[in-house]
């Protein structure tokens, strides 16, 4: 089995110490050290990495999405050069879109879906009332994505496509939902995801093939910490509160947080030593 060296941050929940006034500050906390991934059973996953378009295109979805220009920045400057050494090194790439039309015509998605089969029935949902159904309209209106911004949101989901630096190549696989990718994945023999996308606390932990379904199916989850960014709130996002709170919950519920650049120079050693 051939394996990939690589600096692995995890978090030490423990131990609490009685003595402090807070006891959780005796945790042992964020830890650092070297861990062996294998290049058969890992795939690294691309997951909705739109092209969100222009503040001038879609005002009102820029305006309710806040991390869109972070996600852009990402997409510009850690992507090229982590998805060429994840390409280079033979690890698995796969991509996780949102249900719409902008990927069905590639091959990895059609590979996917064949994969698949046949797609488990839609969970059973309640019946909505008039009562419901207002109270579904006034969070839409007050929470989010407020009444204004609701048609330019719209729009811009229905244009949906792949950001420039996150498209496919080749016959790369192409996920819908989790089911898609559980597929890929049992088909290539894969059992550790490394996430890359948007956002770590809202898509790639809940969305159908984030982390809480794939972990429930016994995946190891882990995810880049330069290469995600969260939904963050009036009172974290000078911080990037909820991306440190996300990243916690990963190393502690699902897998381990990789940086960017020690994992692309261990894929770049592996690269020399095949040559």
Request: include cysteine; glycine fraction near 8%; charge should be negative.
């Amino acid at each position: 089995m051939k394996t990939l060296s690589v600096p692995a941050s995890y978090y030490q929940q423990f131990d609490a110490d009685f003595s402090l006034c807070v006891p959780a500050e005796g945790y042992g906390g964020w830890k650092t050290e070297d861990i062996e991934i294998s290049l058969e059973h890992t795939a690294v996953v691309v997951m909705h990495a739109w092209d969100f378009g222009s503040r001038e295109e879609y005002p009102g979805w820029h305006r309710a999405v806040e991390y869109i220009p972070r996600a852009q920045q990402i997409c510009k400057t850690i992507f090229p050069p982590l998805l060429s050494a994840v390409r280079k090194s033979g690890l698995s790439l796969l991509h996780v879109v949102s249900p719409g039309q902008y990927y069905q015509n590639y091959a990895g998605y059609q590979r996917a879906a064949k994969l698949a089969g046949t797609l488990p029935a839609a969970l059973e949902r309640v019946p909505q009332d008039s009562t419901h159904k207002k109270l579904c309209e006034f969070r839409s209106a007050k929470v989010f994505v407020g009444a204004h911004n609701a048609a330019d949101v719209k729009r811009g989901f229905a244009n949906l496509d792949f950001a420039r630096e996150a498209q496919p190549l080749g016959d790369e696989g192409i996920a819908e939902n989790g089911h898609h990718l559980f597929a890929l994945c049992r088909d290539a023999g894969i059992n550790h995801l490394i996430y890359a996308g948007f956002a770590i606390n809202w898509c790639l932990l809940l969305s159908p093939g984030g982390m809480a379904e794939m972990s429930a199916r016994g995946f190891l989850c882990s995810v880049f910490r330069q290469a995600v960014t969260a939904v963050e709130n009036k009172d974290t996002a000078r911080s990037e509160l909820c991306k440190e709170i996300g990243l916690w919950r990963t190393a502690l519920a699902y897998g381990f947080v990789f940086d960017v650049e020690p994992f692309i120079r261990a894929c770049e050693s592996l690269a020399c030593r095949a040559d």
